[in-house]
């Protein structure tokens, strides 16, 4: 289970959770800097799609929390969901750009691997 089932606050979709860890990645950010450019970038919720800021607040929990669900629902299915978003959006970006991946190798990011440390 990834979400709470205690009574708290609404939880934090996963596409902004995705997208955090995406730009965390991308730019070598630890959690706290990925968090202060939440707080102070407007360019970095802008691309996570956040426009009221007042309710959609992020905290260090919030991060941790997810991360320790996504670890958890994998060591007991074996099922590696951001893996798997993260493959799902590849293939998008590769078919919204019209990229031939024959002509050249295709990194991936790390941001399954890395959001477990």
């Known amino acids: 289970m990834l979400y709470s089932i205690n009574s708290s606050p609404p939880n934090t979709p996963v596409n902004i959770l995705v997208g955090l860890f995406s730009l965390k990645e991308l730019n070598g950010w630890t959690d706290e800097e990925m968090l202060s450019a ?23 929990n919030t991060v941790s ?18 893996q798997q978003e993260v493959d799902a959006l590849t293939e998008e970006l590769i078919k919204v750009s019209e990229m031939d991946t024959s002509l050249a190798r295709q990194d991936s990011m790390m941001v399954s691997a890395n959001c477990k440390k």
């Open 38 to 60: 939440v707080y102070f970038d407007y360019r970095v919720r802008h691309a996570l799609g956040i426009t009221d800021f007042e309710k959609q607040r992020l905290c260090i």
């Open 65 to 82: 929390n997810f991360r320790s669900r996504l670890c958890t629902h994998e060591a007991k299915t074996g099922e590696d969901l951001l």
